[in-house]
């Protein structure tokens, strides 16, 4: 059975930080290409950064600099650490598994985790 599993959300206030974990089962990890994902209220998901499985990295410009997506293959996990959170990154966050990053953003996804919330105070 293929899972992907986030943990790490939670409320915090704007400036500080958060660790998000997605940690993968059930299929080959290091093939694949994994990004990460966030859904505001009320407003579509979109892509933040995608990490290539020869680890190439992109983000999308409202986190460059506060955000870094790394990845152990050897825990077939995925981390999302953001820092200098703001209140506009609060959204339900996910990771997704796929074939290719175009630039910051996986596409197709073939495996999606449940998410994770982030919820940013001012």
């Known amino acids: 059975e293929v899972q992907l599993v986030e943990s790490g959300g939670g409320l915090v206030q704007a400036g500080g930080s958060l660790r998000l974990s997605c940690v993968a089962s059930?299929?080959?990890?290091?093939?694949?290409?994994i990004g990460w994902f966030r859904q505001a209220p009320g407003k579509e998901r979109v892509g933040v950064s995608c990490?290539?499985?020869?680890?190439?990295?992109n983000y999308r410009d409202s986190v460059q600099g506060r955000f870094t997506i790394s990845r152990d293959n050897g825990k077939n996990t995925v981390y999302l650490q953001m820092n200098n959170l703001k209140p506009e990154d609060t959204a339900v966050y996910y990771c997704?598994?796929?074939?290719?990053?175009?630039?910051?953003?996986?596409?197709?996804?073939?495996?999606w985790g449940q998410g994770t919330q982030v919820t940013v105070s001012s």
């Open positions: 059930g299929f080959t990890f290091d093939r694949y290409d």
């Open positions: 997704a598994a796929g074939r290719r990053c175009a630039s910051y953003y996986l596409t197709p996804a073939d495996y």
């Open positions: 990490i290539s499985n020869s680890g190439r990295i």
